[in-house]
């Protein structure tokens, strides 16, 4: 009887979560049904789209060495040289942004632009004055500036004296730059990020030699380094900044979701222990004082440990979160019997179908999937373990093959699908206390993506490399309906290529 009961509760559950899917994807979304203040914006980078790489005094970076010297590990050998030459035709990027309608925009500060040497030699005047340009346009078409310190570029010299991210040294250059952007920019930047995607960050350039400097191996005491960089900015702001600008300052962090690829106990747990080697990497130790006990088990002393001296340090915490969130993924647990898969973290293995169907429709970037469901359940996992710190969504987008015929590129009926289902799990999280503040789409244009170079595509608008023309997309157009307050259903109109 016991067990009968167990069934139909089951059941019962599967077919309300039925319900709720259904009625989630089919319900038509509008701009009200998110708080008047939240931030709808877009996402780039510095590297991904300035080009002008040895322009106005500007160094040279992490990036344009490794792109230069290790062209091969580039899927194109192509490099950011030019990208999408946003460092002269910024202006008519911001009226991209206006034309949409948006009130924020993402960008990240290009630390060899502004500090060349790092602290071994002056502030660059020419890079400073490119920043306050963009940022005194942006807030004159009443575009609210959302600032990242570090997304994956720093200045090769730092590299070259002392191994950047693999030394202590590194904490004090990254808290002078971070206090250089604070006092020229600060009064009018509000929102911070100290990193995009440390994870990311150690992980390819010092675990697995896949970005530069290309360590492997060494991905925890570069991630020790970062969390501590991030306290050192922190505590700057705090003290120097933070009442007198009235901004906030957080981190982004990337995160998929993982379902248990078996319905077994064993990979229901790994599906939440993937999460600590994922996300609470970082967050843990920046909002709770150290690394989560899951990845302390499992690596003992491969993990550093805080010093008293670090634990003060991270008493400053932060005032935000941001996810980048593109995917969701299956999980086993290895522990016990062998898997097959390419992918693997701690005693366990990623997948990305089950029995033969994906967990999603596939994109252009490998591994990544749509699953809608899955941003509502990042940020349900982030608000319960993080006591509902304030979220912003930092990062969203959807993936297509530049080799795509130009129709298709501007008719990108498939990403307007998936922004559609993004948001509207979104809002169900949002429904259910989430305290999500912000959704920046990635990206605004198309642009070089790392190891891919060229060869796909995430923008709203298109870019001709050879020319720079922009083109706005199908989503550019269902974006700005969406943010004028049209009700936007699934019908979609085409975009003319002539």
């Given at each position: 009887m016991e067990r009968r009961k167990k069934v139909v509760v089951v059941l019962a559950s599967a077919f309300l979560f039925l319900v709720q899917s259904l009625f989630s994807t089919t319900c038509a979304l509008r701009r009200d049904q998110f708080p008047p203040s939240f931030l709808f914006g877009t996402s780039t980078s510095a590297y991904q789209i300035e080009g002008a790489y040895q322009e106005g005094n500007k160094s040279l970076s992490n990036w344009d060495v490794f792109t230069h010297s290790q062209g091969g590990k580039i899927?194109?050998?192509?490099?950011?040289?030019?990208?999408?030459?946003?460092?002269?035709?910024?202006?008519?990027?911001?009226?991209?942004?206006?034309?949409?309608?948006?009130?924020?925009?993402?960008?990240?500060?290009?630390?060899?632009?502004?500090?060349?040497?790092?602290?071994?030699?002056?502030?660059?005047?020419?890079?400073?004055?490119?920043?306050?340009?963009?940022i005194d346009s942006l807030l004159l078409r009443g575009i609210e500036p959302f600032v990242t310190l570090s997304h994956y570029d720093i200045p090769q010299e730092l590299e070259d004296r002392y191994g950047a991210w693999l030394s202590p040294k590194i904490q004090k250059?990254?808290?002078?730059?971070?206090?250089?952007?604070?006092?020229?920019?600060?009064?009018?930047?509000?929102?911070?990020?100290?990193?995009?995607?440390?994870?990311?960050?150690?992980?390819?350039?010092?675990?697995?030699?896949?970005?530069?400097?290309g360590h492997r191996n060494k991905e925890f005491i570069a991630g020790h380094n970062a969390i501590l960089s991030h306290a050192t900015a922190v505590e700057i702001y705090r003290k120097r900044y933070q009442v007198k600008q009235q901004g906030m300052i957080g981190i982004v962090i990337f995160m998929c979701w993982f379902e248990p690829l078996r319905n077994n106990s064993l990979d229901f747990l790994v599906a939440r222990q993937v999460m600590s080697f994922q996300a609470a990497w970082f967050l843990d130790p920046i909002i709770h004082g150290d690394y989560p006990p899951e990845m302390r088990q499992a690596l003992g002393s491969k993990l550093p440990t805080f010093s008293i001296k670090e634990r003060r340090k991270l008493q400053y915490k932060l005032d935000f979160i941001g996810i980048n969130h593109y995917t969701s993924l299956y999980v086993r647990d290895c522990t016990f019997s062998p898997c097959k898969s390419s992918r693997n973290i701690g005693e366990s293995f990623i997948y990305t179908e089950r029995n033969g169907i994906p967990i999603g429709k596939p994109t252009a970037m490998p591994n990544y999937y749509v699953v809608p469901y899955?941003?509502?359940?990042?940020?349900l996992y982030t608000m319960r373990r993080y006591n509902n710190t304030p979220m912003f969504i930092t990062e969203n987008g959807y993936a297509q093959h530049s080799n795509s015929s130009m129709t298709e590129l501007l008719n990108d009926s498939d990403r307007v699908d998936?922004?559609?289902?993004?948001?509207?799990?979104?809002?169900?999280?949002?429904?259910?206390?989430?305290?999500?503040?912000?959704?920046?789409?990635?990206?605004?244009?198309?642009?070089?993506?790392?190891?891919?170079?060229?060869?796909?595509?995430?923008?709203?608008?298109?870019?001709?490399?050879?020319?720079?023309?922009?083109?706005?997309?199908?989503?550019?157009?269902?974006?700005?309906?969406?943010?004028?307050?049209?009700?936007?259903?699934?019908?979609h109109e085409q975009v003319d290529t002539i």
């Open positions: 899927k194109d050998g192509s490099n950011g040289d030019v990208a999408a030459d946003h460092y002269h035709i910024y202006m008519e990027d911001i009226e991209l942004m206006h034309s949409l309608g948006i009130n924020s925009y993402r960008f990240s500060i290009s630390w060899s632009r502004v500090l060349p040497r790092g602290r071994y030699g002056k502030i660059n005047p020419t890079g400073i004055a490119f920043y306050n340009n963009l250059d990254f808290g002078y730059f971070a206090e250089v952007c604070f006092s020229k920019f600060g009064d009018r930047v509000k929102y911070w990020s100290t990193f995009n995607e440390p994870r990311m960050m150690v992980r390819y350039g010092y675990g697995t030699g896949e970005y530069p400097p899955g941003i509502e359940e990042v940020v998936a922004m559609r289902q993004y948001l509207t799990y979104l809002n169900n999280a949002m429904r259910k206390g989430a305290d999500v503040r912000g959704y920046f789409v990635w990206s605004l244009m198309d642009n070089f993506e790392w190891l891919y170079g060229y060869t796909m595509r995430f923008g709203l608008h298109h870019v001709d490399y050879n020319t720079q023309k922009r083109t706005p997309k199908l989503s550019a157009r269902w974006y700005k309906q969406f943010l004028h307050g049209v009700e936007v259903q699934h019908e």
